[in-house]
């Protein structure tokens, strides 16, 4: 089953907690840190060529890291899980619709969710004045985001034209590719992609797009579904069939899909075309000359063929690569391109304080972390907070702001009242 969409929820590891542990022998802290929470990457791979694998899985988590262990021992980090997905998938953040990554190459990849960091254990807090101090962190939570996947097929060469002119028979004929083919519209529903050997040395690959009706940019017949796989292309090829058996005119169909093509995105219209005038052998020859010089007139080169009788179709093969190489040349394309690496990074916002009736509000990622990861239970996490926010110039804001003994302090989900409560925690 061929399927280019896909919706997907991911949630990177949460991290491991740090404890508070003490050496028994000689005092001291000796907790160790957590481990970080493992990330959730997604990687493009020649390996596949649909979305289907999505279908039934479409929920994925980065291993959670461990805990801190004594005499400083540190919990080992969560395992990363790498999401495989073909090459040409785009990937957008589905609150947003921001377009995150176009994964065009195999090896590419993007970090779709962070695993959050683990906790600091009580021996990362000592100093020369407190060498055992009763502090720790929690582990966080790992980011987590919805993600729509769509697929646009890769190929250097897009063969187009209305249904039954012998575009499948065409792929089937020039490459491995064995497509469905049958004498009525619509036989292929889904895009045949195929190699195709020019001369034993040099390739290209070809996509056969299904669908091209009147209409089709609007969704009509299969629709601007399969539209989208030829926007990567760089040559078309344009099937018409000059045996027009069921009274059609070759030229009014040329110019029909390519109205198609234009209607859908300006830049399908100006792609390079090679046209080619099927089922030459319904004809006798003074009736091809005829349909080519119509063609003619029109400023068109119709390279007559037939594809049932393999006639003419090598020197198809032959100029279709010619063609795509100068396109390549003038487009300055590399024969080889560097794996690239893709990381999602939100912007860090500053500290930021806001009044609420007899409340004050501080948000801001670090503040907001700070609290977050503490464990207030101690006097010396408390002290320990108050530190920090005097560093981060949090406290100096607040008075600036009005702040009072007495008002109420949230920072994140937290509540706290006055210096010398200021980690009770209220909520």
Same mark, same amino acid.
């Given at each position: 089953?061929?399927?280019?969409?896909? =919706?997907?929820?991911?949630?990177?590891?949460?991290?491991?907690?740090?404890?508070?542990?003490?050496?028994?022998?000689?005092?001291?802290?000796?907790?160790?840190?957590?481990?970080?929470?493992?990330?959730?990457?997604?990687?493009?791979?020649?390996?596949?060529?649909?979305?289907?694998?999505?279908?039934?899985? /479409?929920?994925?988590?980065?291993?959670?890291?461990?805990?801190?262990? =004594?005499?400083?021992? $540190?919990?080992?980090?969560?395992?990363?899980?790498?999401? $495989?997905?073909?090459?040409?998938?785009?990937?957008?953040?589905?609150?947003?619709?921001?377009?995150?990554?176009?994964?065009?190459?195999?090896?590419?990849?993007?970090?779709?969710?962070?695993?959050?960091?683990?906790?600091?254990?009580?021996? @990362?807090?000592?100093?020369?004045?407190?060498?055992?101090?009763?502090?720790?962190?929690?582990?966080?939570?790992?980011?987590? /985001?919805?993600?729509?996947?769509?697929?646009?097929?890769?190929?250097?060469?897009?063969?187009?034209?209305?249904?039954?002119?012998?575009?499948?028979?065409?792929? @089937?004929?020039?490459?491995?590719?064995?497509?469905?083919?049958?004498?009525?519209?619509?036989?292929?529903?889904?895009?045949?992609?195929?190699?195709?050997?020019?001369?034993?040395?040099?390739?290209?690959?070809?996509?056969?797009?299904?669908?091209?009706?009147?209409?089709?940019?609007?969704?009509?017949?299969?629709?601007?579904?399969?539209?989208?796989?030829?926007?990567?292309?760089?040559?078309?090829? $344009?099937?018409?069939?000059?045996?027009?058996?069921?009274?059609?005119?070759?030229? %009014?169909?040329?110019?029909?899909?390519?109205?198609?093509?234009?209607?859908?995105? @300006?830049?399908?219209?100006?792609?390079?075309?090679?046209?080619?005038?099927?089922?030459?052998?319904?004809?006798?020859?003074?009736?091809? %000359?005829?349909?080519?010089?119509?063609?003619?007139?029109?400023?068109?080169?119709?390279?007559?063929?037939?594809?049932?009788?393999?006639?003419?179709?090598?020197?198809?093969?032959?100029?279709?690569?010619?063609?795509?190489?100068?396109?390549?040349?003038?487009?300055?394309?590399?024969?080889?391109?560097?794996?690239?690496?893709?990381?999602?990074?939100?912007?860090?916002?500053?500290?930021? &304080?806001?009044?609420?009736?007899?409340?004050?509000?501080?948000?801001?990622?670090?503040?907001?972390?700070?609290?977050?990861?503490?464990?207030?239970?101690?006097?010396?996490?408390?002290?320990?907070?108050?530190?920090?926010?005097?560093?981060?110039?949090? &406290?100096?804001?607040?008075?600036?702001?009005?702040?009072?003994?007495?008002?109420?302090?949230?920072?994140?989900?937290?509540?706290?009242?006055?210096?010398? @409560?200021?980690?009770?925690?209220?909520?």
């Amino acid at each position: 089953m061929f399927i280019d969409e896909a =919706k997907i929820h991911v949630k990177a590891g949460r991290g491991g907690d740090g404890i508070i542990c003490f050496y028994n022998y000689r005092g001291g802290a000796a907790g160790g840190n957590g481990g970080n929470g493992g990330d959730v990457v997604m990687q493009a791979t020649a390996n596949i060529t649909t979305l289907f694998s999505f279908k039934n899985q /479409r929920k994925f988590r980065g291993k959670d890291g461990q805990p801190g262990g =004594k005499n400083k021992r $540190h919990g080992f980090s969560g395992d990363d899980i790498v999401i $495989h997905v073909p090459v040409g998938t785009i990937v957008r953040d589905s609150t947003t619709g921001e377009m995150l990554a176009d994964l065009s190459h195999s090896g590419e990849e993007i970090l779709l969710a962070r695993g959050g960091e683990g906790g600091r254990g009580n021996a @990362s807090f000592v100093t020369s004045v407190r060498q055992a101090p009763r502090i720790c962190e929690r582990g966080l939570h790992g980011e987590k /985001r919805s993600i729509d996947l769509e697929l646009k097929l890769l190929a250097d060469v897009g063969i187009i034209g209305l249904p039954n002119v012998g575009k499948s028979s065409l792929i @089937s004929s020039i490459s491995a590719r064995k497509a469905k083919i049958a004498s009525y519209p619509f036989t292929t529903v889904i895009p045949n992609l195929g190699v195709v050997d020019v001369n034993g040395i040099n390739q290209f690959v070809a996509v056969d797009v299904p669908g091209l009706i009147e209409g089709a940019h609007t969704g009509k017949g299969l629709g601007n579904k399969f539209l989208k796989h030829i926007e990567r292309t760089r040559v078309l090829i $344009h099937i018409v069939d000059i045996a027009a058996l069921e009274g059609s005119d070759p030229l %009014d169909d040329y110019m029909r899909i390519n109205y198609e093509l234009s209607a859908f995105a @300006s830049e399908l219209a100006d792609k390079p075309q090679l046209v080619v005038g099927n089922k030459i052998d319904l004809l006798d020859e003074k009736r091809v %000359d005829e349909i080519c010089a119509r063609f003619k007139q029109q400023g068109i080169d119709l390279l007559p063929i037939s594809v049932a009788t393999g006639a003419k179709v090598r020197d198809l093969v032959k100029q279709t690569y010619h063609l795509l190489s100068t396109v390549r040349k003038r487009d300055g394309i590399p024969a080889v391109r560097r794996r690239r690496i893709y990381r999602y990074q939100g912007e860090e916002a500053g500290i930021i &304080i806001r009044r609420e009736e007899e409340s004050f509000i501080v948000a801001g990622e670090k503040v907001e972390k700070l609290v977050t990861k503490l464990v207030l239970d101690s006097q010396d996490a408390r002290d320990y907070l108050y530190e920090r926010l005097e560093k981060m110039g949090v &406290i100096r804001k607040l008075a600036g702001a009005g702040y009072r003994d007495g008002d109420t302090l949230v920072i994140g989900e937290m509540e706290f009242e006055t210096r010398e @409560s200021i980690c009770d925690v209220t909520t």
